[in-house]
């Protein structure tokens, strides 16, 4: 069963992080679940910002 999960505060400490050139390290029980998501939204920054992908492209 899939679940939408509210990222709205990991979007923020990812942010956060970028702005203050920290380095973002993530740990939950196995790994996996968290750090792809990481991967994922960062992929989504970057579309973003470099070749224009708007919101609704990216939620598709």
Do not use: Y
Request: charged content about 30%; overall charge positive; proline content about 0%.
């Amino acid at each position: 069963m899939l679940q939408k999960k509210n990222l709205t505060i990991f979007k923020l400490v990812m942010e956060i992080n970028r702005i203050l050139s920290f380095v973002c390290k993530l740990s939950c029980q196995s790994g996996k679940d968290r750090a792809s998501m990481a991967l994922t939204l960062e992929e989504e920054r970057i579309l973003k910002g470099t070749r224009g992908i708007s919101n609704q492209q990216v939620d598709k």
